[in-house]
């Protein structure tokens, strides 16, 4: 016994139906795609500024230099001012003193990072072929890339952790500086930051 054939005009119409509701359904996804907000627009309405056009993540990487700088300034703006909220530090004159010692310990920490390979534990492989701000770290790679006599890598070698050594130093200095101007509740915040060591 054969099954019995389903009518072919319900499928029809069912294609019909189906093609038509999708039709209709397209411009509303797509209007629903564009509406929407990304992160970094959402940040920028959280903290009342001006909100940002949405672009892909291709645009950003293409910018001009000042937008990513005006905007990295932004960011350290912010950061800045919550650390302050956090620190408790309501007097403009007391903050300055303790923005001027927490510029010092990140300038002097870029600076010890600077003088290993990527930086904040990076691999050296991840830096191949990129030069450090330090020259020492810089002389070390070309008397390693170039095979220079082991008696020129080992004085070159002894160069590069004299200077982080130093870099080490004044980092400690600057962090133990930012510490005597803190509370010891503003202390633990600085530690919880990262800014001081525990």
């Given amino acids: 016994m054969r099954p019995a054939r389903p009518n072919s005009g319900v499928t ?37 500024g001006e909100p940002v056009p949405v672009k892909g993540k291709q645009g950003r990487r293409d910018e001009p230099a000042e937008t990513k700088s005006g905007r990295a300034a932004e960011v350290d703006a912010r950061n800045l001012a ?12 007391e903050w300055n003193i303790i923005l001027e010692r927490i510029r010092k310990v990140e300038e002097m920490r870029r600076l010890v990072w600077a003088g290993t390979s990527g930086g904040r534990g990076a691999p050296a492989s991840a830096e191949k072929g990129k030069r450090s701000s330090v020259p020492e770290q810089n002389a070390l790679r070309s008397a390693v890339t170039d095979k220079l006599p082991d008696a020129e890598i080992k004085l070159r ?8 050594q130093h870099n080490e ?8 500086e930012l510490r005597s101007v803190l509370t010891v509740r503003q202390e633990a915040v600085a530690v919880m930051a990262g800014l001081l060591p525990p």
């Fill in 12 to 48: 029809i119409r069912c294609l019909l139906l189906l093609i038509a509701a999708s039709a209709t359904a397209t411009p509303w996804l797509e209007g629903a795609k564009t509406d929407r907000i990304d992160k970094a627009e959402l940040r920028d309405l959280r903290a009342g």
């Fill in 82 to 93: 919550k650390l302050r909220e956090r620190l408790e530090v309501p007097d403009d004159a």
């Fill in 157 to 164: 070698l002894a160069r590069a952790h004299e200077v982080h």
């Fill in 169 to 176: 130093a004044k980092l400690f200095q600057a962090q133990s």
